[in-house]
């Protein structure tokens, strides 16, 4: 069965930074896309960062540019994502998703139907 799990959500102050990590099963994992999307209460599932197989990354609009980070080691099964100078408006529960690269590129990178398997999601809370 194929499992994703995300840990290192929590609640930080406005400015500070937190990694996500992202443990994956999916086999084998060198050969899968993966995403990282958010969700805020209230608010559709937004799309964060996306790292295809050839680590090569895909970020999202201008309100994370430069302040998020995606990497990979597939020696450990595992995606990150390296948030900083965090504001109140981050403040969301982050999903990581696996895609099998049959329909990833860089178009569909950003849209959540092109992801195979999701994670349940970590908190994330920046306090102003």
């Known amino acids: 069965q194929v499992q994703l799990v995300e840990s290192g959500g929590g609640l930080v102050r406005s400015g500070g930074s937190l990694r996500l990590s992202c443990a994956a099963s999916v086999r084998p994992f060198s050969r899968y896309a993966l995403g990282w999307f958010r969700q805020a209460p209230g608010k559709e599932r937004e799309f964060v960062a996306a790292?295809?197989?050839?680590?090569?990354?895909?970020h999202s609009a201008d309100s994370m540019k430069g302040r998020f980070a995606i990497s990979r080691d597939n020696a450990k099964n595992t995606v990150y994502l390296q948030m900083n100078s965090l504001k109140p408006e981050d403040t969301a529960v982050y999903y990581c998703?696996?895609?099998?690269?049959?329909?990833?590129?860089?178009?569909?990178?950003?849209?959540?139907?092109?992801?195979?398997?999701w994670g349940q999601g970590t908190q994330v809370t920046v306090s102003s």
């Open positions: 790292i295809n197989w050839n680590d090569v990354s895909t």
């Open positions: 998703a696996a895609a099998t690269g049959i329909y990833y590129s860089d178009y569909a990178a950003p849209k959540a139907y092109t992801y195979d398997y």
